[in-house]
């Protein structure tokens, strides 16, 4: 295994626990560092995406079998397993995009067994640059014992599930918030600045500065309504996946003016309701990313059957994902978003692939998912042989009578 490189290079001068010692009394901070059981770390941003490690504290060294010195500016990739790495780097990774602190509960081996574990990871922001420099991380046993039985577990899914659950609550309680407080609060404003207007001289100037004001309030309304639309749920029980998507693609252009092209094959509507629920919702987060970083004007959103699995596809005209060799590549790759979109299609057996160049002005970003097709079939297969069932049984009794 070789050194990760790094553009922070010149920044070894200052080691990590001196980074960890920063408004705290160093006795204190080297005692906690030194003692606890908790699995301590520092680790940095590095080129395409990928995180290195600057140091580790005892407890470890001693879980992974390694010290501190031998992970030093190794990638984190390099050393856990595939799995402690990738859940690892997605909350680097989201504490990264959000520059503020992510806690989240995982499943974590580092070596032995397959636990839960609560990881914390914090940002250092550059006072000058307001970058993120360094993430210092934590790992603690899960005190939760429910968290701990493998029956309550099932490999992960049914605490993903909960967390998404949870998700979809607060996203519905801040869309009604947006709608029903901040937007009025705006309308108010605008009706304001129309008492406002009745009262000036009417030069140019005046009358200048009050359409600014009331564009920039347009402006703050149509994002607020477009963002409450985006994170409101959608409810699936009446027309199906399809139907709903479409409804809701064509409300999200209307609210943005964006064109979104919707092609829909009917068999997803086969797809056991759970599923349907997490297609829809892998739907609203990636159009929300769109709204928010692509700088698109087309959006085109296919779910088509190949090779016997169904594919769906979303794809923008925007300007795409910083490119790895640029400053910033791979922020926007990690996030909130990217990581409950892996959680939701893992729910149902599929995967997850982001493309874009981010060279072109207008390259675009396409996120691919791939889910069974077998889904909907097996649910078919079940009620046909349980009509086929029932029939056989109607048939015996009325030959017994």
Known sequence: MKPHGSPARESRQTSPKRWLRVGLQPST???????????????????CGHFVYESINPAFESRLGVSSRDVLDMDVSDCLSADDA???????????????????????????????????????????????????????EARDVRFEDPTTWGNGLDVEAGLLSLQESIQQRIASDLHDSTCQHLIAASLGLMRIR????????????????????DEALRELRAFAYLLHPRDLTGDGLKATIEGYAEGFAARTSLHVRVNIVPEVDGLPYEAQRSLLRVVQEALTNVFRHAKATEVAIVIDVVDSRFQLMISDNGRGLPHPGRPGAGTLSGGVGIPAMRARLHGIGGTLAIQSSGMAPHSGTVLSAVFPHVLAVNRRNRRRTTTNTRADTGTQSAKEH
């Open 29 to 47: 901070e080297e005692l906690y560092w030194n003692s606890s059981a908790d699995l301590l770390f520092v680790a940095r941003p590095s080129f």
């Open 86 to 140: 990738r859940s690892v780097c997605e909350a680097l990774r989201a504490s990264l995009a959000e520059k503020a602190e992510i806690r989240i509960r995982q499943r974590l081996a580092f070596g032995g067994s397959s636990r839960t574990r609560e990881t914390t990871v914090t940002p250092i922001l550059d006072p000058a640059t307001r970058g993120v420099v360094r993430l210092i991380g934590c790992h603690r």
């Open 198 to 217: 009745g009262q000036l001289d009417g030069t140019q100037a005046a009358e200048r500065i009050c359409d600014e004001i009331d564009a920039s309030i």
